[in-house]
């Protein structure tokens, strides 16, 4: 029903034809002045109403005399006509009064103008089309809206000459209708507005527009408003409920409650919209009130989401401004909203879902939507501006009912002879049975006694009474003297409930309804299993969620299980733990069997699937329009569009295509290098083929996947969140604009040469084709989520089932009942209790209800709150408000009513007697209640005359005056001593709720309650003050006049009621006599008065009138103004005014100074109620101890007094003590400086008191490690130089990836811990540099005009170097200097020529010369030669070490350009494999890690440092798990010496246990990885401590026999024990002498079992040192390294096939593969050893890393120098020219130079140890230590020496006529 805005051309008056719309307005033909043409005014009319609205009413009154000559022309065309009908509409809505408009309406009110012109325009609207066949809506709009005022304006003109043009245009638009046009609803429903004014004035009306609720069938009606009866009054005729009397049957029972509570929600929304929609005029048509509408504008759906039950809709609006929005209740979960869309032609309805007040505040709320998804999706999401209007019937409360309303069958509506015949008398249960006997017992005060006492007053004695087995019929046990708890009025409620199957039992406020009611659940349960079999649960409803737990908790008293409580609001903590949601989760596990469990497992993993799926799809709709999508998301699009091949020949992205730079900060990585799709889930996700353009299927979608591969990876770039004023440009062109035609598509040639604005066309297309494609896919999805989420709920109905039926009571409201009623239908309840039914709608009640009910249980009173229904005219008029309650109790059904109050004193409940109630009495109990403290009379009264206030954005009222009066006299009653929880103020408007609960928060009270009337009824407290809040002069009194409402408000005090209000406005203005009758009973009883009388609790003959809230300020203390003057416990007086509280002074200070005296007559300086401290008044005394004289406070005894005179005694090192005198000397510590010479004989300078303490020595180690540098550990650290730290220099070695090493100095560089730089057009590797690379899978993009890789991106490309010139052109409009299918140079042969020409390679300045640029440096170099340095020298047998190549000029490795794809991928595919081999695969490390955890967690002895099996199970390499194999053998050595040195004596134990320790320490801070000199020291460490520990053990083993040693044996010994503890290190050659003097001293003191000779032996495995080598293959396959500087100077076998490897003097073996040459696999399958080979069979010490070297070792190379440059192409005239390198050294020749040394990364144990079962190195070759680094030459930079150019060499080589070879600058 969309119309659009146009403008029609002139229409000549012989021929008035509609030609194309050019324009948004109809305007007049031009034509000469209108002082020629009188028509022509009409000219300036549609200026003025287009651009002057304001000055369109003066011009008609200045040209009066111009309007009646048009008016009264004969041949006006329709144009003209409308023309003047749009000037009337804008005057009448501009004018001020209706005298301004009166004199132009009158002229258009001319017969002539109406019945000729008018009418003619009427008949030819249809003529007023667009180009879609659509009537001008506008036109339409304007002609109603026109007629509508005229109407308004003339009534009296109705019946004689405005009703044909209105009847004519309704039967024109019928007419129009049923031909298919289409009008908006607005201009339906002022269409039917305006018929409605004609037909008031004649005595039959037309026939109303059809409408859903019209139907016969009250079943056929849908739940949901339609967009007719919303905008259309359908005048349908509603039946009154009827409050005395039968119905005439069932059916029409149903219907008349199903049509009024559906017209209930339906007519206030029915009337917002009206009143909103409108026209407006100075006549009165402004429209109603729109009451409680709320309006939201400006809203858009703009995602779609999931729910539990289905798919929901955000929609976002402008969020309200103010407080009120946050603190009211707007769109709470489950309101019902109605979504009208800007040209008012679509109209949505759906409910709020979940209802998030901090989402809905930012102003968003969720939507579940009554419509198609397509058309949700495809023609409003994003796209539709609506007006949302919140229903203010709350919706959820009605859906349910009216669904239940409709299920039930009218034939078996329960208890259908009394509610609907309303027949007598009432039948007993049918399910209880004839003879049916109740046990009673319960109603005993204990509760359990089976006899109750009855006394017998003719014979003086008592006599027992059987209660556990009553029958009904027994008149005479139904009496209080049977149960002298209970009145007669309570024992007949009871007796009534057992005997009729249909019972009322009315309640007044007070009488105990729902202890009446807990009794009967009592003994119905007690009694259940005498009369049925399957023991069916009751049900218990309430109206509210409050009311409903009050009930259950009292249930839960004496049946604590069983109870089960359906819905989510409770707020208790009891009730809420037998709720159904938590008693699922604890009792379905044992009721469901394992086929269950596992169903409902799939089915929510299933559905949770789908509902990451929908949010996938979701987050990319919702970056569409602001992110440029990839042109790989779009290869579908531009491949149905034939542009594939047009766009693959481009050379730049999306963005570079649609000119888009954006600035770097603000592009995310994922933008900015990854342009494409992942591999992958993303690559499943979104394939590319058209018809397979869907997320994948829920099966095989992983949640984790799609979170990892992020929505953004889809777009080239995404506008900012926050748009500002530079993206502006951007964001219209993604939003609006053109869209290529498929003609124009058709015309493409080539996509790079079209102008930006055709681009941007070209984009939306294939962006709306995208999207529609997603939303199609979408929908899909949403339906199968909702199929999905209706299976899960049908299994979770059967699991609630399960539960139900397992219960004996259930809990639920009304709406709850309404709600689970197909749940209630399986359960079928026998019986029913209803609490507070006389406030439920009587609908609401019957949902409650199945057939199989046998017992209805109502409790309430007809006289307190009634149902409240949302419409007024409906409560009154067709009697909607009337409960099920009521009009039973109306048609005369037989009820009990309870008559004893316990609530009220009798001051208060007189007010209800007999104005409300005619026979309530008092219990004796009330009579007993205390006066309230400080108040004259306990109930009053206050009159005022001060005026309310009202609210317009809440509908309700508030009285400032009453709500301050009220907050004070709450702080009054508070200082009395009454807590906060006892006081509650109370008011009918919520107004005013609001108001004083602002004001008590201000004065910090908000723990008093402050609650509406209508929300507090049940409630009660023991004192109530309320406001009436209504005072105004026209007497309105609104609530009050509700006699229900007044007796709820009256009845809720126990012990003290104060009201304050306008009594004398109210009286007055009340149409009743109520309120006159409440105001005499209490100017009679003298209750009522201007001023309150305030009583001082002190002081009874003191009293205070306060009339206002500033009164109270003259008590502020609560008492009165006298002084308190009470005499305190020491003696003082009370100083502060009179104060009820804090009668005792318990919490009083007294202020007067104390009068205590010490026992020198020193006064405390303290106050008189603060605890006195002792005297601190400074006295001289003599100190015993020393005698000297010292100032001490007074209460200190001398004695205990520590003289602060300087000590004079010396310490035991003869240094004076610097303590007080009276300070122990033994507890000073020596401070004075003195030189100690410690164990290691180093002298250090320390503190005295510090010599018997254990030093650690400082002093550098500074010892010379094998890798070169200077140990920078300490001698502490270092054990004395024994055991050194790690090198502590920073290692700047170049690693495989070509980044430098920036860990310290070690033989193996960890693995490379940077930003991997791998990447290509598709995606980037976000892994360490370190780690091996994903391989990319999407198709390889390296293709020209010629020809075309069909591989993928990671596999070796097939296809050839394409050296075809380049046939595009520069800038400069010069031909490229570059290839075909490369990125062009940016320098032009002709603009650039010397830049491009100068020699570098030797052909630059050829005429073909051709130039490549390099990506990653930028550098231009000729072709030729960049090719020949790329592929390397044919002739150069010299083996390359494993590296990336590097730009000639710059070393910037080479790692982006395409025509060099195949060296790239080659030489990455070798480092992957070292890699591999560094690294490990994850099974082996996996078993390694097990294997040591095992280890580590099985030996208890074994005492490691913390977190290592932490570091055990974090480690990556293989490397790295044997060093911490490592380091868990030399604990287990350590603790073996532990265990061998507590044999020892205890001087020899800590001896021993010293140097374990200490090795300990040094293990605990060595946590890295251990070099070979580490490993050899502590291997030696250990077993020095283990020769000293097996010498200890053989003396103490003497020593405790008490044998006797020989001089010569001790001798030994003592020279032994010296080699032992000797500072240095424990070398070869000593242990050698020491096994010498070992063997003698075994001679001389023998023992059975270990020789001293046997020391401990550490099980150590070393790392192959690859660090500083190169790479190699064997003639199987299997990779090693050389060490040093890389190049083969000895011949060994591999220790894996024992093929000869290696070579001499700096040649390779021919059968052996240089790294250069691992481009192929080796064709022998590599047979790769396990890590538990080292773990298991661990090696002995002799087990040596192989490692072939050639060059002696050489300090640490240094990399401060810079790059070198390339020699000059050039040579100078005085120079010699430069001699080649020869391949082969020369015998008087040095050695060539070495080459770049290898990147450092660690080496896995199993390939750098042969294993016990390989065969070692021969001697000669394997090295036993850490190879040691070659010094780097100084020409090297970072690591990277270039090569020489090719050409270069090759001129120099022909120039010196030798053989071509390696130069001395290309060896690295």
Known sequence: ?????????????????????????????????????????????????????????????????????????????????????????????????????????????????????????????????????????????????????????????????????????????????????????????????????????????????????????????????????????????????????????????????????????????????????????????????????????????????????????????????????????????????????????????????????????????????????????????????????????????????????????????????????????????????????????????????????????????????????????????????TFPHLDESQILAIRMALTREFVLIQGPPGTGKTFIGLQIVEILLRNQSQWWKDQRPFLVVCYTNHALDQFMEGILQFQPSGVVRIGGRSRSDKVAACSLRNLRQKQLPALLGAAEKHQYGWMRKALQKQKESIAYRTAVLELLRRGILTDTELAAEIRDDNLECSWRAGRFDMCDWLKIYPVAQEEKPSQAQGRGRKAGAEEELWPCHRDERALDDEDDLDPSEWRRSTVEEKFAYILPAEGSSSHQGMRKCLEEGDIMTNEDVANVRDVWELRLRDRWCLYRRWMLAYERELKETLVEKLKEYEKKAAQLAELTFQEDLWVLKESRVIGMTTTGAAKYRKLLQKIQPHTVIVEEAAEILEAHVLTCLTPACKHLILIGDHQQLR????????????????????????????????????????????????????????????????????????????????????????????????????????????????????????????????????????????????????????????????????????????????????????????????????????????????????????????????????????????????????????????????????????????????????????????????????????????????????????????????????????????????????????????????????????????????????????????????????????????????????????????????????????????LLCSHQCQESCFENCPPCKRKCPNQCRHSRCDKPCGEICFPCIQPCSWKCRHYRCTQLCSETCNRPRCSEPCQKSLKCSHPCAGLCGEPCPPKCLMCHRDELAEIFFGAEDEPDARFVVLEDCRHILEVRGLDRWMDGEPDNAQAQHVQLKVCPKCATPIQHNTRYNNVIKAIQQKIKEIKLKIQGNREELEAGKQQLLLRLNSDRDLVAWAGMERSILNTVSRQSLLDLENTLNFFASLSRLKQQAKKCTAARERNLKRKIEAVEHWLGRNRHAFTAQQLRECRDEIKRISYLGNIFERLSGYENKQVSLSTEAVALANEAIGVLQRQDPFTQSREESLQRVLEKIDEWLPAAGLQLSEAERVMVTEAMQFGRGHWYRCPQGHLYTIGECGRPMQQSSCPECGATIGGQNHALTRDNVADDQILEPASAQEREPRLQDSILALPSSSDQPWSPTCCPPSPHPQLDSPPPRPPSPHPQPDSPPPRPPSPHPQPDSPPPRPPHPQPDSPMPASLANPTPTQRPPPAGLANPLPAVRHRRPRTQARGRAKQEPYSLRHRRETAANAPPAESAGSGD
């Open 867 to 1294: 149902p409240k229904p949302a419409d007024y005219t409906l409560e009154k008029k067709y009697f909607l408000g009337l409960s099920l309650f009521e009009r039973m109790i109306n048609n005369q059904i037989p009820y009990v009513q309870l008559l004893y109050q316990h609530r009220m004193r009798p001051e208060i409940s007189q007010l209800l007697v007999p104005l409300f109630y005619k026979q309530l009495k008092d219990h004796d109990a009330v009579a007993e209640y205390e006066q309230i403290k400080g108040v004259e009379s306990s109930v009053f009264f206050i009159q005022h005359t001060a005026a309310e206030s009202h609210s317009a954005d809440s509908e309700s009222y508030s009285n400032r005056f009453e709500a301050a009066f009220l907050v004070s006299l709450s702080r009054y009653l508070l200082e009395q001593g009454y807590h906060e929880s006892q006081v509650t103020i109370l008011t009918p408007y919520h107004g005013q709720v609001l108001k004083i609960r602002t004001l008590m928060r201000s004065r910090d009270m908000g723990d008093v309650a402050v609650h509406a009337v209508d929300d507090f009824q049940g409630e009660e407290n023991d004192i109530v003050l309320l406001s009436l809040v209504r005072s105004n002069r026209e007497g309105r009194i609104g609530f009050l006049q509700d006699k229900n409402r007044l007796c709820v408000a009256l009845s809720r005090a126990r012990k003290g009621f104060y009201c304050i209000g306008n009594l004398a406005g109210i009286a007055a203005g009340s149409n009743s006599k109520l309120w006159k009758d409440i105001l005499c009973l209490l100017k009679r009883k003298k209750l009522t008065g201007e001023g309150l009388t305030l009583v001082c609790q002190n002081h009874p003959d003191t009293k205070t009138v306060v009339k206002e809230s500033s009164d109270f300020s003259k008590i502020p203390d609560g008492g009165c103004t006298l002084q308190c003057q009470i005499r305190l416990e020491c003696g003082h007086p009370c100083t502060r005014r009179c104060h009820p509280y804090d009668r005792d002074h318990s919490l009083y200070v007294c202020q007067f100074q104390c009068s205590k005296l010490c026992e020198l007559n020193h006064r405390c300086p303290r106050k008189c109620k603060e605890p006195c401290e002792p005297c601190s008044v400074e006295v001289e005394k003599v100190i015993p101890k020393c005698g000297h004289l010292q100032t001490v406070p007074c209460h200190m005894p001398a004695d205990h007094w520590l003289c602060q005179e300087p000590c004079k005694q010396l310490l035991e090192c003869k240094h004076p003590c610097t303590r007080r005198c009276g300070e122990a000397c033994s507890t000073c510590r020596c401070k004075e400086m003195i030189d100690i010479t410690l164990p290691c004989s180093h002298v250090m300078r320390t503190e005295c008191y510090k010599q018997k303490m254990p030093l650690i020595c400082l002093e550098t180690c500074n010892q010379k490690l094998e890798c070169g540098h200077h140990c920078k550990g300490n001698c502490y650290e270092c054990v004395q130089g024994r055991l050194h730290v790690h090198c502590r220099n920073k290692c700047t070695r170049v």
């Open 1 to 481: 029903m969309s119309g659009q805005k146009r403008m029609w051309p002139d229409w000549p008056d012989s021929a008035w034809e509609p030609v194309p719309p050019k324009a948004a307005r109809l305007s007049p033909e031009p034509g000469p002045s209108w002082r020629t043409d009188p028509c022509a005014i009409l000219t300036d009319l549609g200026k003025l109403c287009d651009h002057s609205p304001q000055q369109l009413l003066p011009f008609l009154l200045d040209h009066d005399y111009q309007l009646e000559q048009v008016v009264e022309s004969p041949a006006l065309s329709p144009a003209r006509v409308y023309t003047l009908l749009r000037a009337l509409k804008v005057a009448v809505e501009r004018a001020g009064e209706p005298e301004q408009v009166q004199p132009v309406l009158a002229l258009a009110l001319r017969p002539a103008f109406v019945l000729r012109s008018l009418l003619g325009f009427i008949a030819e609207l249809e003529s007023f089309q667009h180009q879609d066949g659509q009537i001008s809506q506008e036109v339409m709009e304007d002609t109603v809206a026109a007629l509508h005022h005229l109407l308004m304006a003339s009534p009296e003109q109705t019946k004689t000459l405005l009703c044909y043009p209105v009847d004519l245009l309704f039967a024109t638009v019928q007419r129009l209708q049923s031909r298919g046009f289409q009008f908006t609803w607005i201009i339906q429903k002022r269409l039917h507005d305006t018929k409605s004014l004609v037909d008031s004035a004649f005595p039959r009306c037309s026939a109303p527009l059809a409408s859903p609720a019209w139907r016969e069938d009250f079943h056929a009606i849908p739940i949901f408003p339609t967009p007719e009866e919303i905008f259309v009054d359908p005048g349908q005729k509603l039946k009154r409920n009827l409050p005395v009397g039968k119905y005439t049957s069932d059916a029409a029972y149903l219907d008349t409650h199903f049509r009024l509570l559906r017209e209930d929600f339906v007519r206030p929304l029915r009337a917002g919209i009206s009143a909103h929609f409108s026209l407006q005029n100075v006549f009165g048509g402004t429209g109603k009130q729109r009451g409680a509408l709320r309006l939201y504008r400006n809203v858009q759906l703009v995602k779609v989401g999931t729910s539990p039950t289905g798919a929901m809709y955000m929609a976002r609006f402008q969020a309200p401004q103010g407080s009120t929005h946050a603190s009211s209740k707007r769109l709470l979960s489950g309101s019902l909203t109605c979504l009208i869309s800007s040209d008012c032609g679509q109209v949505l309805f759906g409910t709020v879902v979940g209802g998030n007040r901090p989402q809905l505040l930012k102003g968003a709320v969720w939507l579940d939507i009554k419509a198609n998804h397509s058309d949700l999706l495809t023609r409003h999401l994003g796209k539709t501006n609506f007006i949302m209007v919140e229903s203010p019937a709350f919706f959820e409360s009605y859906r349910h009912v009216l669904e239940g309303l409709q299920e039930l069958d009218p034939a078996r509506v329960p208890f259908q002879s009394y509610v609907v015949q309303c027949r007598t008398p009432i039948a007993p249960p049918a399910h209880f049975g004839e003879d049916v006997t109740f046990d009673l017992s319960v109603l005993h005060p204990t509760g359990r006694a089976d006899k109750e006492p009855m006394g017998d007053t003719s014979e003086g004695h008592v006599t027992a009474v059987d209660l556990t087995a009553v029958r009904p019929c027994d008149s005479y046990m139904w009496s209080p003297e």
